[in-house]
């Protein structure tokens, strides 16, 4: 059994906003900041594990969440997958892929990928912690790594993953006013995912609109609810 994909989320209606919740404050959206909350990490509850639904076995994956140090404040590097991939074809994600028989644990395959998928070198990334896993649509068990950036570096992208890479500021991402809400019926149940548009930049300099959301999304309100507690 396979469960129907959604191909145009931006077309699911919103049903709410998180404006409610407060942003988080520009003291804890530093790098030494990030740096004490990950090595003395108080208890905590993810608000979000997964998709809910798999359909073969899950296989482990891990994705680097970079959060790049910037002199303007941190900025999260952010890709968009080509149109002809299998899986999450068009999206926005980390960079990040299967965890393979040679990487010693999940941070090593987040570097790895990555260096592959957008040229980024481990040389230029501080490893500070993780998140709790997420299980995706696809099947994978998805093991978010969070690494400080220090620029300057150069991006080389590999054409058959990634079709564009951006920055988007975390003070954005950590707004939840920013944070919407859908909901859909799919396969006789209810489906809800969160997104997060984001008007900027590209690479090439010219503003773009870009749709975060789902798996995306989610591990981004996890780092919310894990620097808010």
């Keep these: 059994m396979t469960r ?3 191909l145009d989320p931006t077309a699911i209606a919103v049903v709410g906003t998180d404006g409610h ?3 988080l404050p520009p003291e804890r959206m530093t790098a030494p900041a990030l740096r004490r909350r990950f090595s ?4 905590w509850q993810a608000e979000l594990s997964g998709d809910g639904f798999v359909s073969r076995q ?3 994956a891990s994705v680097l969440v970079p959060l790049v140090q910037r002199e303007h404040g941190l900025q999260v590097l952010l890709t968009r997958r080509t ?5 999450h074809a068009g999206q926005i994600s980390f960079p990040g892929g299967r965890v393979e028989p040679g990487d010693t644990d999940a941070a090593a395959a987040a570097l790895r990928e990555a260096e592959e998928e957008v040229g980024l070198r481990s040389q230029h990334v501080e490893i500070i912690g993780s998140l709790p896993v997420y299980t995706t649509v696809t099947n994978y068990v998805v093991t978010p790594v969070v690494g400080l950036v220090l620029p300057p570096f150069e991006l080389r992208l590999d054409p058959f993953e990634v079709a564009e890479a951006f920055e988007v500021p975390l003070s954005f991402l ?3 006013t920013h944070h919407r809400r859908h909901q859909i019926e799919m396969d006789g149940r209810t489906r809800q995912f969160l997104s997060m548009p984001w008007q900027g930049p590209g690479i090439d300099g010219i503003q773009h609109d870009y749709f975060i959301w789902g798996a995306t999304a989610a591990m981004l309100r996890n780092l919310y609810a894990f620097l808010s507690a």
Excluded at 40 to 43: F, G, K, L, V
Excluded at 83 to 87: A, G, I, V
């Design 4 to 6: 129907a994909r959604i």
């Design 174 to 176: 950590m707004s939840p």
């Design 83 to 87: 149109e002809h991939l299998r899986d």
């Design 21 to 23: 919740l407060p942003p």
């Design 40 to 43: 003395a990490p108080e208890a």
């Design 58 to 60: 899950l296989a482990a």
